[in-house]
């Protein structure tokens, strides 16, 4: 989510030309614009994007940045910490302006949870499906040394860097035990925690443990319910119709599960989801977006709707995770929580909406 699967788009596992991409069409905007805006807004966003007041980048919110430089938001983290609840929502508006990004655009908002799975620190004929640590053998490059933008991923091959395993080629290696962080049952159960970046581990003695984003394999992401569309198989797409036809299928699942090449490697987390900012995830506060777009730690507005009961979701969030399938300006991933009573609500949500930034004055 990091969670989060960091997005790789240059040629095989370059990420990423550039820092940002150029600047999406943007449309200047007054508080009045944004629907639900209040002071309990403020309120309830405050403690999520002071956790994010602490991890902001300086190489990202520099002088020439389009969103503020590191210092104004240093200043204006230490008065939002300061300032009463009371006066909160005017704050924001003696200190911000929002911006629409992307504003002739319809947008696509969806959104994730943290899940909770069974699983075992041991192996038995019942959890023989293993959750892998990051492997030591994975060589990460920050292409910055060389002087250039993003991350190559791969191992090493007689002195030369080679592209890391697949998901196929990971899956159909047995791993040592001390490569392996938890052994769960199933592996649908592991490849939608993949997909999620991060989940709970319920151990068989009733303990629940943290498990969080520690790396990849460099593969670009490819989701399946895409390749099920393309292959008739499937009309509509969320995570529950994937679940249904995997299970419908599964002298299919290998071969489906394998089209998407990523494999997502975890460590254990004190904080349960853990986003790509590295602050713990706030339900229904924190949003992955494409940071090639929009910088982490920023407040955004959100105006759209829950595609499982038709309410309209309009509140103040904090950008602060990422995704392999988050691509675009006006493009969101909302996270709703943990458990099975928000599964039902991520699974569906797909819906169009607005976002707006909010960048100091």
Same mark, same amino acid.
């Given at each position: 989510?990091?969670?989060?699967? &960091?997005?790789?788009?240059?040629?095989?596992?370059?990420?990423?030309?550039?820092?940002?991409?150029?600047?999406?069409?943007?449309?200047?905007?007054?508080?009045?614009?944004?629907?639900?805006?209040?002071?309990?807004?403020?309120?309830?966003?405050?403690?999520?994007?002071?956790?994010?007041?602490?991890?902001?980048?300086?190489?990202?919110?520099?002088?020439?940045?389009?969103?503020?430089?590191?210092?104004?938001? @240093?200043?204006?983290?230490?008065?939002?910490?300061? %300032?009463?609840?009371?006066?909160?929502?005017?704050?924001?508006?003696?200190?911000?302006?929002? &911006?629409? !990004?992307?504003?002739?655009?319809?947008? #696509?908002?969806?959104?994730?949870?943290?899940?909770?799975?069974?699983?075992?620190?041991?192996?038995?004929?019942?959890?023989?499906?293993?959750?892998?640590?990051?492997?030591?053998?994975?060589?990460?490059?920050?292409?910055?040394?060389?002087?250039?933008?993003?991350?190559?991923?791969?191992?090493?091959?007689?002195?030369?860097?080679?592209?890391?395993?697949?998901?196929?080629? &990971? +899956?159909?290696?047995?791993?040592?035990?001390?490569?392996?962080?938890?052994?769960?049952?199933?592996?649908?159960?592991?490849?939608?925690?993949? !997909?999620?970046?991060?989940?709970?581990?319920?151990?068989?003695?009733?303990? !629940?443990?943290?498990?969080?984003?520690?790396?990849?394999?460099?593969? +670009?992401?490819?989701?399946?319910?895409?390749?099920?569309?393309?292959?008739?198989?499937?009309?509509?797409?969320?995570?529950?119709?994937?679940?249904?036809?995997? =299970?419908?299928?599964?002298?299919?699942?290998?071969?489906?599960?394998?089209? +998407?090449?990523?494999?997502?490697?975890?460590?254990?987390?004190?904080?349960?989801?853990? %986003?790509?900012?590295?602050?713990?995830?706030?339900?229904?506060?924190? #949003?992955?977006?494409?940071?090639?777009?929009?910088?982490?730690?920023?407040?955004?507005? #959100?105006? %759209?709707?829950?595609?499982? %009961?038709?309410?309209?979701?309009?509140?103040?969030?904090?950008?602060?995770?990422?995704?392999?399938?988050?691509?675009?300006? =006006?493009?969101?991933?909302?996270?709703?929580? #943990?458990?099975?009573?928000?599964?039902?609500? =991520?699974?569906?949500?797909?819906? =169009?909406? @607005?976002?707006? !930034?909010? &960048?100091?004055?």
């Amino acid at each position: 989510m990091t969670r989060k699967l &960091i997005t790789f788009s240059c040629y095989l596992l370059l990420a990423g030309c550039s820092l940002f991409n150029p600047a999406p069409a943007q449309k200047h905007a007054q508080f009045s614009d944004l629907k639900g805006w209040s002071n309990e807004q403020a309120i309830a966003t405050r403690p999520a994007l002071l956790k994010s007041c602490n991890h902001l980048n300086p190489s990202v919110l520099t002088d020439n940045s389009l969103w503020g430089n590191y210092d104004t938001w @240093k200043s204006l983290c230490k008065e939002l910490a300061q %300032t009463p609840d009371r006066q909160l929502k005017l704050f924001f508006e003696q200190n911000f302006k929002p &911006i629409s !990004i992307a504003p002739q655009e319809k947008g #696509l908002f969806t959104a994730y949870y943290s899940p909770v799975m069974p699983g075992s620190l041991q192996k038995t004929p019942e959890y023989a499906i293993p959750l892998l640590k990051l492997p030591k053998d994975l060589v990460r490059v920050r292409l910055s040394d060389f002087g250039m933008s993003g991350q190559l991923v791969g191992r090493l091959d007689r002195g030369f860097l080679k592209p890391y395993g697949s998901r196929a080629d &990971i +899956n159909q290696t047995v791993p040592k035990d001390s490569d392996v962080l938890l052994w769960l049952k199933n592996p649908v159960d592991k490849f939608f925690l993949q !997909i999620q970046g991060s989940g709970n581990v319920e151990l068989p003695d009733g303990k !629940i443990m943290h498990v969080g984003y520690a790396g990849h394999n460099g593969h +670009n992401y490819v989701a399946i319910g895409k390749v099920l569309k393309q292959e008739g198989e499937l009309e509509n797409v969320s995570m529950q119709t994937i679940q249904t036809w995997l =299970a419908d299928n599964p002298d299919k699942q290998d071969w489906l599960l394998n089209q +998407n090449p990523r494999y997502i490697f975890f460590s254990f987390s004190n904080e349960g989801a853990i %986003t790509a900012q590295g602050v713990p995830a706030t339900s229904e506060r924190t #949003l992955a977006v494409d940071p090639s777009y929009i910088p982490l730690g920023v407040p955004v507005w #959100l105006d %759209t709707t829950l595609t499982a %009961t038709g309410e309209p979701f309009q509140r103040m969030m904090v950008a602060q995770d990422t995704g392999s399938a988050i691509k675009g300006a =006006a493009r969101g991933d909302i996270y709703l929580g #943990l458990g099975e009573e928000v599964e039902q609500l =991520a699974g569906k949500q797909q819906a =169009a909406g @607005k976002l707006y !930034i909010l &960048i100091p004055l």
